[in-house]
């Protein structure tokens, strides 16, 4: 087995969780011309309100060659008060049934938000207690939970609780769980001030999905990059969105690495941010990297 491509419609959130001005049949209809392995949805995607929409959704996905594997969600596990966290862990299992009935299998999860007034090693202990409670129900329904080394959901006050990589890699260490893996995503490691690569190797036997993505630099240096964040919360104005391939990421190292490890797992495309053009040319991109670093069988053309 080698991994998988699916899509993420990051150009098109705005349209498809806020004013409804793109419907979810757009944009299945639209990723499929890009000749991918399947689509990651979103748990805010507007639609997605009605349950009784869901196995439709997953009919046109699949009538056209394709799967929905992954669902993108973003439960704050950190929370102080605990009736709080308990309908953060209600929403979780409304999500896994979610994924499930969509015919996937991985369920994103976070930590939550990195409040201030929480120490690190509460917020492990909170976020590692909430996830262990929603891994059975995850468990019986053959979804794994997948956590992200996130940068801050787009309602949230504060940033993700486990940015930084020793905090994430000490809370992915605090759950051992056949059903809950890693989602790793290289670009959000520099949001962090992190080493993507480095990140990587500390996980990499956990990581079961990836999101691609690539970054790139408008102006100065990583060095400058470095001491404008300074752990401090907010996108660094020197950042970017970019196609994949040609930011800052190196997708030779990290596949190398994931192969590795024996990564077969689903790549969701995290970009596209300027439309489809730009999504078409990183799938593209990153089937010749999966051919090359995966070289047991084809991949879908």
Known sequence: MMPKLAAFPKAYM??????GTMKLIQWIELAATLEID???????FLEMADESAWPGFRYEVERRGMTIPMLCCSPDFTHPDEPFRNTEIAKQRVWIDM?????????RVLSGQ???ELSTEQGIMLAADCIEQCLPYAADRGVTLIIENHYKDDFWQYPEF?????????????????????NYDPSNAYLAGDDPLELLRRVSDRVVTMHASDRYLIEGTLEDLRAEEGGAAGYAKRLRHGEIGKGLNDYDAIFTELR???????ISIEDGVDGIDQLRRSVEFLKKKIAQHFPSQAHRS
């Open 14 to 19: 705005h349209a498809l969780c806020k004013d």
């Open 38 to 44: 399947g689509l990651e949805f979103y748990a805010g």
């Open 99 to 107: 994924i499930h009935k969509l015919g996937g299998q991985y369920c």
């Open 114 to 116: 990195r409040r201030p």
């Open 162 to 182: 486990a940015q930084k990589m020793d905090v994430f890699c000490d809370l992915v260490s605090a759950v051992n769980h056949p059903n809950f893996g890693v």
């Open 260 to 266: 590795r490890v024996g990564f077969d797992g689903w």
